[in-house]
């Protein structure tokens, strides 16, 4: 088999994720502290892929080009290209077939984590050399997905987000193709949504007798297009986090399990229970950060509690009287509290926005 190349899809409004999409990709959100495109970008890395093409919309395409750049800072080379409108998967992949080529390749939907990457299931792509391999994984709603039905070690048939689907497998949103997928992907027409549906391209092939393998992935997977599945997977890439203090505390703040603090972050009366990471350059000072708390650059908390939460660079959070919990704030979010009855508190906030709490 030649040499694979990645097809990263970054383009898509985002709707599922605003405010915060409004004024930011929802691929460059970040997991951790690392945007989650930057996931994607290196798993492939690790897999031995070093072409990478990323598929980017015109209203967020810039911001994207200027996170990941050239790809040199992850050992790799990335070619942008552009996608008018965000007209479906098969039409993401037609966009780029002059980029590709004759070559076999890794498609990876950009708001996509996987555990383990996918190192392991390249190398079944190149041994078997199938015309498709696709990731699967049981979910309880598969209704709201791609599903694939089985019939023993061969995918029969595709449906998108069926209304009676035929199995629990859903597809995971990473896909492994030769270039036999082109000519099924210009045979389809436009799905009742107006989308030319990677399902209906999937499934020509399979009506072609071209040879569809499933895998079913074994290790967490997450589609971090929804708050609660962006929290979801700041728990789990945090539970795995390595810890080390590169900042500095003061004599009254403690650290409790597994906690990253990056240099230039200064703790002062403050206590920090892992899971967690600190950005470089916070600032947090008489303050309680609980476990999932993912706290970014130059953040300023100060007389509060926040737990499970994802905080973007350069937003302060000051004087709360309730824990804020199971939020994601966006960057330069002032959020502040006046006297009042003690409640939680849960926000969805965009950039550059400025709350006051009575």
């Known amino acids: ?52 093409g990323v598929i980017i919309a015109p209203e967020t395409g810039e911001e994207i080009r200027q996170a990941a750049g050239d790809g040199s800072g992850f050992g790799a080379r990335i070619t942008y290209i552009e996608q008018e409108a965000p007209l479906g998967l098969a039409h993401a992949l037609l966009t780029a077939e002059d980029y590709l080529g004759l070559s076999p390749f890794v498609m990876y939907l950009g708001v996509n984590l996987l555990r383990d990457g996918i190192t392991d299931l390249v190398e079944v792509f190149r041994r078997s050399e199938p015309d498709a391999l696709i990731l699967l994984t049981r979910v309880d709603d598969p209704s709201s997905y791609g599903v694939a039905e089985l019939n023993g070690e061969r995918v029969v048939g595709l449906v998108e987000k069926p209304k009676d689907p035929p199995s629990d497998l859903a597809l995971v949103g990473v896909y492994m193709f030769t270039p036999a997928i082109f000519e099924a992907a210009h045979s389809i027409e436009p799905s009742p949504r107006g989308e030319l549906e990677i399902t209906d391209a999937i499934d020509t092939l399979i009506e072609s007798d071209r040879r569809v393998e499933p895998h079913i992935v074994k290790g967490w997977w997450k589609d971090t297009g929804m708050l609660e599945d962006m929290l979801e997977a700041n728990r789990l890439v945090l539970e795995d986090i390595e810890p080390r203090i590169d900042g500095e505390l003061d004599s009254e703040s403690r650290v409790e399990g597994r906690v990253a603090i990056e240099k230039g972050a200064k703790l002062q009366r403050t206590i920090v229970r892992g899971p967690a990471i600190i950005g470089a350059g916070a600032q947090l000072s008489d303050s309680y950060i609980g476990p ?8 300023v908390i ?17 004087n709360l009287h309730a824990r804020m919990e199971a939020s994601l704030l966006g960057k330069n979010v002032s959020l502040s509290r006046s006297e009042g009855m003690p409640k939680t508190l849960r926000f969805l906030v965009g950039d550059n926005a400025d709350i006051s709490i009575p």
């Open 1 to 52: 088999m030649k040499a694979l190349k990645g097809l990263i899809l970054s383009g898509g409004a985002g709707t599922r994720l605003r405010p915060i999409t409004h004024t930011s990709a929802k691929q460059l959100v970040p997991v951790a502290n690392k945007p989650v495109l930057f996931y994607g970008i290196e798993a492939l890395v690790e897999a031995g892929i070093t072409d990478i």
């Open 292 to 299: 999932y708390t993912a706290i970014d650059r130059d953040v």
């Open 302 to 318: 100060t007389g509060s509690e926040v737990e499970h939460s994802i905080v973007l660079a350069g937003s302060s959070i000051r």
